[in-house]
């Protein structure tokens, strides 16, 4: 089966036309005309997962292993260290992000994996109606996520409408029209404007909120690859992060 086909339908799934301007989705190694063999599916990339990957594959990912331009591939960089592998196995990558957060990634984790009332999921930030207190509210999210301990920021008793974006999304803080905002990576000064506002926050983490995007891909994409006898298999890439609480023995 030719990249250019499988490209095809992931344009029409989720266009990469409504990425943002700073996101790099697309195909980002390969070539249209390549022959593919199988199909990968992993929210990241690892030297891991390379060794795994047959040749003349394609692998999809949710992260863009290239993001700014390089300007030198020596293959001492996480992105040129693993550039090097994709080539000589003549594997091709093809990252799905900013635009399927858009079309389906946030609204799936409201959905799907956190049973939330989604209002509306037109925009990039997906709303849903709670009507619960706040610490109920907050425990079920950690526990939806399998978070062993939660950041947050407590602005009120009740939640009534919380906003969701999946991965960093305290970039948009001003655009929230919410009780409460869940998102991941949110550091200490992005806190105190949410505070200011009077925004609470539940940090779902970037890597647990985002890797829902291997199976939600793979539900997407599997009639249509059985129909070219090619099937998609996910290859989790690993969380870099550890955790433990105070007590625990650093492993």
């Known amino acids: 089966m030719k990249l250019k086909e499988i490209y095809n339908f992931l344009d029409e799934l989720s266009p990469f036309s409504l990425q943002e301007k700073w996101d790099n989705s697309g195909l980002l190694v390969g070539n249209f005309d390549d022959e593919i063999k199988q199909v990968y599916i992993s929210i990241d990339l690892d030297e891991e997962i390379l060794k ?45 992000h900013t635009n399927i957060d858009v079309t389906h990634l946030n609204r799936y984790v409201a959905r799907d994996i956190l049973d939330l009332d989604v ?6 930030i997906c709303y849903a109606k709670v009507n619960d207190s706040f610490s109920n509210f907050a425990n079920k999210i950690a526990s939806k996520l399998g978070l062993e ?27 929230v029209n919410a009780d409460c905002f869940i998102t991941g990576d949110i550091k200490y000064h992005d806190a105190m404007e949410a505070k ?6 539940i940090d779902i983490r970037h890597y647990e909120s985002e890797k829902h995007f ?6 997407l994409l599997s009639e249509y690859l059985k129909k070219n006898k090619l099937k998609a298999i ?3 890439s690993k969380n870099p992060f550890k955790f433990c609480t105070q007590g625990e023995t650093v492993e």
Request: hydrophobic share 40%.
């Open 214 to 219: 291997s199976p939600l891909l793979e539900g």
């Open 234 to 236: 996910i290859t989790a």
């Open 119 to 124: 209002i509306d999921s037109e925009s990039y």
């Open 52 to 96: 795994e990957v047959e040749e003349s594959s394609l692998i999809i990912t949710h992260h863009p292993l290239i993001f700014s331009p390089l300007k030198k591939v020596n293959f001492d960089s996480y992105s040129t260290k693993l550039l090097r592998t994709l080539i000589q196995k003549n594997i091709s990558l093809i990252s799905m």
């Open 196 to 201: 200011a506002r009077g925004i609470s926050l």
């Open 149 to 175: 301990y939660l950041k947050y920021v407590k602005c009120s008793e009740k939640i009534e409408k919380v906003a969701l974006v999946t991965g960093a999304g305290m970039s948009m803080i001003s655009e």
